[in-house]
């Protein structure tokens, strides 16, 4: 890793951490990971036995789905499970605890607390870039299907993170949080178009940082982040990817039909220098190409006792104005009906792309346990 390298990462940690010494209230954030809660555990109390100080959640499925209903006869059916995780949070002090998904250990961390405003993370941490960890819908799906379009479905990598509290209203009408971070970077081969959706790799580092924005009551919620990375063998290439979301929960209109509404969205942009990839390029001066993902969901939340209905779109772009067959737009409608802990998803995705349209809609009827 070159001086400049380590410099720039030293100089965002050190931002981060002296934001999180400042003398302010500290805040508290609520996040919805679809369908799981993150819960603020309690720091143990003194001498308490092990079993009050481990909390254990998880989230399962059984999916069927149909590809090329009412279209191709040959299209496939198929039986898929998508989520198998357990998670397991511990504290056996009362500064420290332990996270871990154990199934698949998609992420593993262990969180010090430094203070009333500011903790630290360490481990495969969730990256700290949208507002939440699993499933980044840019595009409006997954990928092939859950693997991801932009950035991985389910990202987390080697590294650390400081999270603080920065300002906080009054009565805590509002707050402002940031999250500040080094994590394993993207890397490939100079001249292809750079895969982000693959993750982080060896000997490469980003460095990033999150702002959150929560108000009223946290019914609103907006978040701008951004990661700058350095790849290929020589550093001269870079990422930098930033990007914003905005939730609006239910009830922020106390009006008939529109109280059962919420909304979700988020797009991000990929900034890719690459000197070698000129020729795939029309514009051959540039050493620069771009990818792009959004998503807008709506929610609509009493449409019949325990059914809430969803509409979902989005745009990916893969390699710049350059039109290629992974460019799509993406519809889906889904109905979602609760019975206790399970939940019944009936959904249909309409997927469009850009260059030789192929025909690969498909319906998805799931059960879902979340606990």
Do not use: C
Request: hydrophobic share 40%; aromatic share 14%.
């Amino acid at each position: 890793m070159s001086r400049n390298r380590l410099q720039v990462g030293l100089g965002l940690l050190a931002l981060g951490f002296g934001a999180a010494l400042l003398p302010l209230s500290a805040l508290a954030q609520d996040t919805e990971e679809m369908g799981f809660d993150e819960v603020e555990e309690p720091a143990p109390a003194a001498h308490a036995s092990w079993t009050e100080n481990i909390h254990i959640s998880g989230r399962f499925d059984l999916n069927l789905e149909k590809f090329s209903p009412g279209g191709d006869p040959g299209g496939t059916e198929q039986f898929r499970n998508y989520h198998h995780f357990l998670f397991v949070k511990a504290s056996p002090y009362k500064d420290i605890s332990f996270s871990a998904e154990v199934l698949d250990q998609s992420y593993y961390e262990i969180q010090y607390t430094l203070s009333p405003r500011a903790s630290l993370k360490a481990g495969k941490i969730w990256v700290p870039f949208g507002l939440t960890p699993f499933h980044h819908f840019y595009g409006g799906v997954q990928g092939d299907p859950f693997t991801g379009k932009l950035v991985p479905n389910v990202w987390a990598e080697l590294g650390f993170s400081i999270d603080y509290r920065i300002l906080q209203g009054e009565g805590g009408s509002w707050n402002l949080h940031g999250d500040t971070y080094a994590i394993r970077g993207f890397d490939g081969a100079p001249g292809t178009i750079l895969d982000l959706s693959s993750g982080g790799s060896d000997d490469v580092f980003a460095y990033g940082q999150r702002l959150t924005l929560s108000m009223l009551s946290s019914k609103v919620v907006v978040a701008g982040s951004g990661l700058w990375n350095e790849w290929g063998p020589e550093d001269k290439e870079a990422v930098v990817l930033w990007g914003g979301d905005l939730t609006v929960g239910y009830g922020l209109i106390d009006v008939a039909f529109l109280r059962d509404l919420s909304f979700r969205g988020a797009f991000a942009r990929a900034e890719i220098r690459d000197p070698a990839i000129n020729d795939l390029r029309f514009d051959e001066d540039s050493d620069w190409y771009w990818k792009y993902g959004d998503f807008a969901e709506l929610s609509y939340g009493h449409w019949r006792p325990g059914v809430t209905l969803k509409a979902r779109f989005g745009t990916y772009v893969d390699f710049g104005d350059i039109i290629t067959q992974e460019d799509m737009h993406s519809f889906n409608l889904a109905a979602v009906r609760q019975v206790g802990p399970l939940s019944l998803v009936a959904h249909y995705f309409w997927v469009f792309e850009e260059a030789n349209e192929i025909d690969n809609d498909f319906v998805r009827l799931s059960t879902i346990l979340a606990f």
